[in-house]
């Protein structure tokens, strides 16, 4: 029971929550590994399960047809997979990839809604958290269409670094291209830009932050309004 409850306070959402529903909640969730790579969610699917991760993390991808995706959110310790079953849809309009290795907490859908009816606490943290995410989701489309690239994916490392809770990311620039919706060309000399600034270190898949201020004042303003907003919202 110990480390349930430690496992609980992995994720912000769910920690500090009244012994109450912190213990209806380990009635009705298990502890899962997700792998890298493995779809969670394919877009106009039914919700069957949410999850909370722990040390793992997800991108919620934008489908426009084969060829044409867009990373248009992300969810890790700070947040949960499969947020619109709080306003009552068990349709996921995204595809959920698993962008990060680790565990998560997982909680069937129709478990979920019934938690949702005895724990006031944690169903006023989640209309929060979808707060957050809504503004998140208007901030990327206004942030893909009017940053640099170079801005953009210095956002983009430091969003996922703090989900990976690492300075050392395995990332390919065909994958970030595909995160960024830009060609890989773009991709690549943003990544020797700030790499020539002493920022980041590239090699063979690997980016390794080296100068987290300087990547911070190198982002567009999207990443530190993105972490305001959060801090607001989730810390009453």
Known sequence: MTSIFHVLNANQLLAELPNIERN?????CETVELPFGKVLYQPSE????????????????AVIDTDSRLEVAMAGREG?????????INETPLLALVQGAGSALRISAENFQQLL??????HQR???????VMN?????????????????LARWLLMTQDRAGSDQLQLTHEFLAMMLGVR????TLAAIALQARGLICYHRGAIKVLNR???IEASCECYTEDCALYTKMLSV
Do not use: W
């Open 80 to 88: 949960m997979l499969g947020s619109s079953i709080v306003l009552g």
């Open 24 to 28: 209806t909640l380990i009635a009705v």
């Open 184 to 187: 890989r060309a773009g991709i």
């Open 46 to 61: 039914t919700i069957t399960h949410v999850y909370f991760p722990i040390d793992s993390f997800i991108s919620l991808i």
């Open 117 to 122: 009816l005895v724990s006031p606490v944690l």
């Open 213 to 215: 201020p300087g990547l």
């Open 126 to 132: 989640l209309k929060r958290y979808l707060y957050v």
């Open 136 to 152: 998140q989701l208007a901030t990327s489309a206004a942030c893909n269409h009017f940053h640099q690239i170079e801005a953009r």
